[in-house]
């Protein structure tokens, strides 16, 4: 078991998900409708663990044998204190309507139209559907995608150098907290990936309000994802 900790003082948050919920097909060349939120933190913590340890085997108690052992997702969580937050607003001609971030988190989204709930999230096209995008075959819980922003010109906009962008693939959540009036934010999961991708990123934008994530076009296919790409 390996950890990652990330100081968040000088992070942005993304939490990408989709409005999109099960369709009767999964179409590869017209992938679902991505939207996304932000969250600048003043302070906090960003863990991500990785759960895939190898198996040692004793002979008559001396190490013997080592093997590999089962994969297993990563333990992802976020805590900290937030100093802005930025939200996609709903698809309907009201612009006080947003979504909130436990909707983005979730993939749960609030159906105005009939004041339920309705499933959304980005989905793992090999779990959800044939090679090359033909009738559903599950229906899973679906999921987001998290990445963070390790940009040092959140606090001195003049730095030239790079900074550091890491994606977190098919997050979910079974626990969330988030205290408005403190600012305060917890939310635990898993990845259902075995380790992150990260780059190096001279990062362009100095404010939440001109923050975006990356393309992603920019990050490598997930292996799994062979025969939808």
Same mark, same amino acid.
């Given at each position: 078991?390996?950890?990652?900790?990330?100081?968040?003082?000088?992070?942005?948050?993304?939490?990408?998900?989709?409005?999109?919920?099960?369709?009767?097909?999964?179409?590869?060349?017209?992938?679902?409708?991505?939207?996304? $939120?932000?969250?600048?933190?003043?302070?906090?913590?960003?863990?991500?663990?990785?759960?895939?340890?190898?198996?040692?085997?004793?002979?008559?108690?001396?190490?013997?044998?080592?093997?590999?052992?089962?994969?297993?997702?990563?333990?992802?969580?976020? *805590?900290?204190?937030?100093?802005?937050?930025?939200?996609?607003?709903?698809?309907?001609?009201? #612009?006080?309507?947003?979504?909130?971030?436990? *909707?983005?988190?979730? $993939?749960?989204?609030?159906?105005?139209?009939?004041?339920?709930?309705?499933?959304?999230?980005? #989905?793992?096209?090999?779990?959800?559907?044939?090679?090359?995008?033909?009738?559903?075959?599950?229906?899973?819980?679906?999921?987001?995608?998290?990445?963070?922003?390790?940009?040092?010109?959140?606090?001195?906009?003049?730095?030239?150098?790079? $900074?550091?962008?890491?994606?977190?693939?098919?997050?979910?959540?079974?626990?969330?907290?988030?205290?408005?009036?403190?600012?305060?934010?917890?939310?635990? $999961?898993?990845?259902?990936?075995?380790?992150?991708?990260?780059?190096?990123? *001279?990062?362009?934008?100095?404010?939440?309000?001109?923050?975006?994530?990356?393309?992603?076009? *920019?990050?490598?296919?997930?292996?799994?994802?062979?025969?939808?790409?």
């Amino acid at each position: 078991m390996a950890q990652k900790r990330v100081d968040l003082r000088d992070a942005m948050l993304f939490v990408m998900t989709s409005v999109d919920g099960p369709t009767g097909y999964y179409d590869t060349k017209s992938p679902p409708t991505v939207i996304w $939120g932000c969250v600048q933190f003043g302070e906090g913590n960003f863990t991500a663990t990785l759960n895939d340890a190898p198996e040692y085997m004793g002979d008559r108690g001396k190490l013997d044998d080592v093997r590999f052992g089962d994969e297993a997702p990563m333990d992802v969580s976020f *805590e900290g204190k937030f100093t802005g937050l930025r939200l996609p607003p709903y698809p309907i001609n009201d #612009p006080l309507m947003t979504y909130s971030l436990a *909707e983005l988190i979730t $993939g749960k989204l609030m159906d105005v139209s009939t004041y339920g709930t309705r499933l959304a999230g980005l #989905p793992e096209p090999w779990l959800v559907a044939e090679p090359g995008g033909a009738t559903l075959t599950a229906c899973i819980p679906y999921c987001t995608w998290l990445e963070v922003h390790l940009n040092p010109k959140l606090s001195c906009p003049d730095l030239t150098i790079e $900074g550091e962008a890491q994606l977190y693939q098919y997050f979910r959540a079974p626990s969330i907290n988030i205290d408005f009036d403190a600012g305060q934010i917890s939310v635990t $999961g898993n990845a259902h990936i075995l380790v992150p991708q990260a780059q190096r990123v *001279e990062f362009t934008y100095t404010n939440i309000a001109d923050a975006a994530p990356l393309d992603p076009a *920019e990050w490598a296919y997930d292996p799994r994802d062979s025969n939808f790409v």
